[in-house]
């Protein structure tokens, strides 16, 4: 894979990993293999979407974020809350308490993220106004969603929109602001994201498009969730901060948020890594042509689905549109002004979003097709159940491994059974000579060090 390094936030803590393989079924990219009765994932597969760390059994998948201690680097700090984070509490009044919370656990200010989405959403209106020759335009704003078409459909790489996502640009703008009415250096300050999933701290720490981030961290939602719960139990006591963002940026919280932000018609907003990738397949194919714009969120209800939030989605979408709906009803949106940047060059990506077809499986096109052949013959080899006993997803992944040199076909647990039966029949015919019955055993000895390997590996 060249020299490419990779940044990932989702890891594994090898003590906790029982190689169970329940996570190897849920990847989506296939970056799961499971040996020596660990799980691993292959850096260059994993989108960091979380599907892995939702399903293990054993909580052995972590998210890997800042702790609220980085804030001490900084004469300043900034929080940053996703509007996913608005959907987590029961009985709040309104979005402003929310806010005067987060400033209680040590920031100096509170900038709304949904400031930064209503800026994103200004400028995608101007994209879809341009319009686009080769088929809809594709939302960069879910991370996991810009390295999954990275990963499987590089021929849309083309297709997203070469935008930062709305945390970029509420960093831009929080940063600048205080600049201003601090008069002080911009590295004197701390701009920190609470994020309701990995894939946002992958984008801060390996950002794509861009050669580096706006973000100081990324704090976890799940590790505010209980202080600011507690916090928020005594509302009475806090004075709200003022809402900033339209209801319109609130809710992009949730799948559809984004497409009812920018446009009204020829749109499609999918949720789920499964069923964006589904969608990804028809656009792929050319089956939607109408389609002008695509919101593809990997996580089920959009962000506020995400892998590191607290509350179940649907309730937290329930309380993210009561919160949209009020704000539209009671007209506070009608006294904001549009958000801006005066340098807003950093909007965009000053890189290509390259492809990173790390399926290929060769750089030479006739050498691919010896090796779907290859895949071919032992797909219809193997037994074709999918067990799992092998480590990898499914035999045809196994076959791929094979190709690709890092397995071998004993690895599969009934082709290891058929050779060692065979290896018997040929000891019992060549019973007579000494020398093969030792070197038929010695392969035995071999295969059956091997079957423990594998019996270790579906403990
Ligand atoms: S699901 Fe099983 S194999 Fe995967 S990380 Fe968790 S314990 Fe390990
Ligand atoms: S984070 Fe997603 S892509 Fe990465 S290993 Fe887990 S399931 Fe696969």
């Not at 970056?31 to 599907?51: H, L, Y």
């Not at 209980?226 to 901060?241: D, R, V």
Request: overall charge negative.
């Amino acid at each position: 894979m060249g020299e490419q390094t990779y940044f990932h936030s989702v890891r594994l803590n090898k003590d906790k990993c029982t190689g169970c393989t329940n996570c190897i079924k849920h990847c989506p990219t296939e970056a799961i293999r499971v040996r020596n009765g660990k799980a691993r994932i292959i850096n260059e597969r994993c989108i960091d979407c979380g599907e892995c760390v939702r399903v293990c059994p054993h909580h052995a998948k972590e998210v890997v974020t800042d702790s609220l201690a980085a804030l001490s680097a900084y004469k300043y700090n900034i929080a940053l809350p996703a509007p996913s984070l608005y959907g987590q509490f029961k009985n709040v009044k309104n979005i402003g308490y929310i806010l005067a919370a987060i400033k209680e656990l040590g920031f100096d200010d509170v900038f709304e993220t949904s400031v930064g989405a209503d800026l994103v959403s200004l400028y995608i209106r101007r994209e879809l106004r341009k319009g686009n020759k080769n088929g809809p335009l594709i939302s960069s704003a879910c991370p996991a969603i810009v390295r999954l078409i990275q990963v499987r459909f590089p021929e849309l790489t083309d297709n997203i929109i070469p935008l930062r996502p709305p945390f970029e640009a509420a960093a831009m703008m929080a940063r600048e602001r205080w600049r201003r009415s601090h008069a002080c250096a911009p590295e004197e300050i701390g701009v920190f994201f609470i994020s309701p999933c990995a894939a946002k701290m992958t984008s801060v720490n390996a950002p794509i498009g861009n050669a580096r981030s706006h973000l100081s961290g990324v704090i976890s939602m799940m590790d505010v969730y209980g202080k600011l719960a507690a916090i928020l139990s005594h509302q009475e006591k806090l004075t709200p901060l003022p809402v900033r963002s339209f209801a319109k940026g609130v809710g992009w919280a949730r799948s559809g948020g984004e497409c009812a932000s920018v446009t009204d018609k020829d749109y499609l907003a999918v949720d789920g890594v499964f069923n964006v990738i589904r969608a990804l397949e028809e656009i792929e194919n050319g089956h939607l042509p109408e389609l002008r714009f695509f919101e593809g969120q990997a996580c089920v209800g959009g962000c506020v689905g995400g892998p590191i939030t607290f509350e179940n989605p649907y309730v937290a979408r329930m309380r993210i549109d009561r919160f949209v709906e009020r704000m539209t009803e009671s007209g506070e949106d009608d006294h904001k002004s549009e958000p801006h940047l005066d340098d807003d060059s950093e909007m965009y990506f000053t890189e290509k979003v390259k492809p990173n077809p790390i399926m290929k499986l060769d750089e030479d096109i006739g050498e691919a097709i010896k090796k779907i052949a290859r895949i071919e013959e032992l797909c219809a080899d193997l037994p074709g159940l999918d067990c799992g006993s092998c480590g990898a997803p499914s035999c045809r992944c196994l076959a791929e491994d094979i190709v690709r040199g890092y397995r071998e076909e004993v690895d599969c647990i009934f082709k290891l059974k058929e050779k060692v039966r065979d290896l018997a029949e040929e000891m019992i015919s060549q019973a007579d000579r000494e020398d093969k019955v030792r070197d038929l055993a010695e392969e035995m000895m071999s295969l059956a060090d091997r079957m423990d390997v594998n019996k270790e590996e579906t403990k």
